[in-house]
């Protein structure tokens, strides 16, 4: 069920954020060879009015960030400093669009592994107190902490290859678009994220089992790990 919805959802958004990056880049395009234009047609140094243009960011794609809400050019006057950039960065067919925040690759990520995690191990410790095989699990040699370390490490390795999947779809899905490049310093960027978001999904899987642990029913530990997820 977590591969099907990855394979809905990660496609869709990735489409649409792919979309976005190469309208930035078209307006990139012509605002440089404007401000080119425009630098080429001054006589005088007296004239001079350097426009400088921001080149969208690929790593944009995966993660907004402020890039939509802020200009992507700046004019050098004589005697001033540039303050606030100007111009538009994103176009969309739809001006109400532009009223909405932007879901992007990271805020999915984020809304899924951690929806994902808490689903998981809401139920680590609370179900194995309801089965009665938490205190035949203690009565052996297993101490509290390599028990604590086995529900951890056995959920980060069922959540992980869901987060891996995620991931190696995205980059597909951009390295077949011609039009989009990553340099060294953005599969950098894309290590530095994957590494985030594992953090990121243990840390709700420690909040899960930290709730399993302090309920004594299952059914009240979904209610309190759903109630956090919110």
Partial sequence: MPLLQSL????????????NYLN??????????????ELNSARVYS??????????EALSIFSNGISNNIGNKV??????????????VSTRDNPLLNTFFSIDFATVIA?????????FSYDAISREREDATLKLAFTGRISRITFLIGKIAGLLLTLLPILLFCYLLAILIIMVNPE????????????????????YMLVFILLGIFIS????????AIIISLLAWI
Avoid: C, M, N
């Avoid at 809905?8 to 979309?19: E, G, N």
């Avoid at 809304?111 to 689903?119: E, G, M, P, T, W």
């Avoid at 309920?215 to 009240?220: F, G, L, N, W």
């Fill in 8 to 19: 809905v959802i990660i496609p869709f958004t990735l489409i649409v954020s792919v979309d």
């Fill in 180 to 199: 989009i490049s990553l340099s060294l310093q953005d599969w950098k960027g894309v290590i530095l994220l994957f590494t985030i978001s594992i953090v």
């Fill in 213 to 220: 642990s302090l309920t004594k029913q299952s059914s009240s």
């Fill in 47 to 56: 004239a001079l009015r350097p426009t400088v243009v921001q080149k969208p």
């Fill in 75 to 88: 004019k050098i006057k004589l005697g001033e400093y540039p303050l606030f950039p100007e111009g538009h």
């Fill in 24 to 37: 930035r880049d078209r307006i990139y395009k012509i605002e440089e060879k404007q401000a080119q234009d």
């Fill in 111 to 119: 809304i899924l592994i951690s929806l994902l995690a808490l689903v």
